[in-house]
């Protein structure tokens, strides 16, 4: 029997496609189906490394793990990583590509379809169903020629779609009847149903809001998702969630991370922030690293070199070697970590013009640039508790010095990261560690920090486990399958 698929698409950004996509992957892979998730265009730089050693994005790996699959890259077979505020590294089928301004981008994005189908269609042959999520709205009509993220992909693929709508912006109905008023009526004609999202309070208070968005559309409305509050426990995709996360200093113990420009794989901070005793404060431009903080983290960057100015411009430094003077913690995360170093070299200026650039000097280490990024998932001991964890590596760059002689964490043999003699300075390339609860425990206690019961595997699982049921319990599900349609070669 062929696989059926059915394509999420949205109102505008960030109305909750992905959140929705994982909760859909979970409730059928709970159903006995084999599933898989699918977006044909992504831009974040909340990447996550497959088992085969590329690349996709965040999303999609958690939305994988919803459906009880590993992360493969044809799950999204492109992705883009913002570089610069008008170009980004194009990473096809989990490989760089190329950088591309946007303008350029645009142009050249139909030759991508191909890629995009393959991926399509080799998913599509192991799966029973395949839930597709789209990027950004159709309503961007601007955009429409040469789309391979959302009707473009759904025309060549055959794959019908449903509109989902954040109400809790404001607008709801406007934006739904807007969508179907700017499309063209063969984009339309995909369209087979809407969804609500993020309602708060007595959803039978908009039964006529309903009634009136299925009477103008046309189309049937399969549910009104009721707000999720678990959603902040899973993974985000999006810098922009950082901004909404609240700033809860109440914690006994603060973690200061400064919001770069440019982060990447901020995931990382996800355990912490779930750890009931420990307060992480992302600090925004314009905003000091507070004083009173145990641990500054510096985060993974896609742009080190222009992160590492725009922290001088902030004052960051300054405010970090005042921490450093009082005795505290520092870890630099991948990018993080080549910044804590005496120099960041470039020569083939991978990050912008080439040359060299003065680090922090918090660690005796350099970094040169390199071409070849290093993809790869790891098992590794960190040195100074004996520990074990799982991990990832997604970076440019070979890091050298005389830190490097107390290493992190050792991979088997081979040294990773460095540490400086009073052991308060740490910096590593390893992501994902702080999600193995043996390592968070032991390396926060380092810190005079105890650990509190979270397990965060765990805690992941069931909370996707209960945005299942609560799909189950606001949406027609079964209706949702019977408009997806068997996938035929395109």
């Not at 789309?147 to 473009?152: F, H, K, L």
């Not at 509050?229 to 950082?242: G, N, S, Y």
């Not at 996360?245 to 109440?250: A, E, G, M």
């Not at 979270?454 to 945005?467: A, C, K, N, V, Y």
Request: one cysteine or more.
């Amino acid at each position: 029997m062929p696989a059926r698929a059915i394509m999420l698409q949205g109102t505008g950004s960030d109305v909750g496609k992905s959140l929705i996509a994982a909760g859909l992957c979970r409730a059928f892979a709970n159903r006995g189906m084999k599933v898989a998730p699918f977006k044909p265009q992504n831009m974040s730089n909340n990447a996550a490394v497959t088992v085969d050693g590329g690349e996709i994005g965040r999303a999609q790996a958690l939305q994988a793990r919803a459906a009880r699959v590993a992360p493969s890259v044809d799950m999204n077979p492109v992705l883009l990583k913002p570089e610069t505020s008008t170009g980004a590294q194009v990473i096809v089928q989990g490989r760089r590509r190329t950088t591309l301004p946007a303008r350029s981008y645009l142009k050249a994005r139909e030759q991508l379809l191909p890629d995009v189908l393959a991926s399509f269609s080799k998913l599509s042959a192991q799966n029973d169903i395949v839930i597709v999520e789209g990027a950004g709205s159709p309503a961007e009509i601007n955009l429409r020629d040469g789309d391979i993220a959302n009707m473009g992909f759904a025309h060549a693929a055959g794959v019908p779609a449903v509109l989902v709508a954040d109400i809790h912006r404001g607008g709801v109905i406007a934006s739904i009847v807007g969508t179907f008023e700017v499309i063209s009526h063969q984009d339309a004609e995909l369209l087979k149903g809407t969804v609500i999202n993020n309602f708060h309070g007595d959803v039978s208070l908009f039964s006529a809001g309903i009634h009136e968005i299925e009477r103008r559309t046309r189309r049937p409305c399969l549910g009104v998702i009721t707000h999720f509050p678990d959603a902040i426990k899973l993974p985000a995709e999006d810098a922009v969630a950082l901004d909404r996360q609240t700033r809860d200093t109440s914690g006994r113990i603060k973690v200061a991370v400064p919001q770069f420009r440019r982060i990447a794989n901020f995931d990382d901070l996800d355990p912490l922030r779930l750890e009931t005793d420990i307060a992480v404060e992302i600090v925004p431009a314009g905003r000091a690293l507070p004083g009173d903080a145990a641990l500054v983290i510096l985060p993974g960057s896609k742009s080190t070199v222009a992160d590492l100015e725009h922290f001088r411009q902030e004052g960051w430094d300054i405010d970090l070697a005042a921490h450093v003077r009082r005795g505290g913690h520092v870890l630099g995360l991948c990018g993080g970590f080549q910044m804590l170093g005496r120099m960041i070299h470039d020569p083939d200026g991978l990050e912008g013009p080439s040359g060299s650039y003065e680090g922090l000097g918090l660690l005796d280490i350099e970094t040169t640039l390199t071409p070849q990024k290093t993809l790869t998932t790891i098992s590794a001991r960190h040195v100074h508790t004996g520990t074990e964890f799982d991990g990832y590596e997604i970076h440019l760059g070979q890091t050298r010095g005389t830190d490097c002689n107390r290493p992190f964490a050792l991979l088997g043999e081979t040294p990773d990261g460095a540490r400086s003699p009073n052991g308060r300075i740490e910096g590593t390339y390893l992501h994902g560690c702080f999600a193995s609860d043996k390592f968070r425990t032991a390396y926060l206690s380092t810190l005079g920090i105890s650990a509190g019961e979270l397990r965060f595997d765990d805690e992941i699982d069931s909370t996707l486990d209960r945005l299942a049921s609560h799909l189950a319990e606001t949406m027609d599900l079964d209706a949702f399958l019977a408009l997806a349609q068997p996938v035929t070669p395109p």
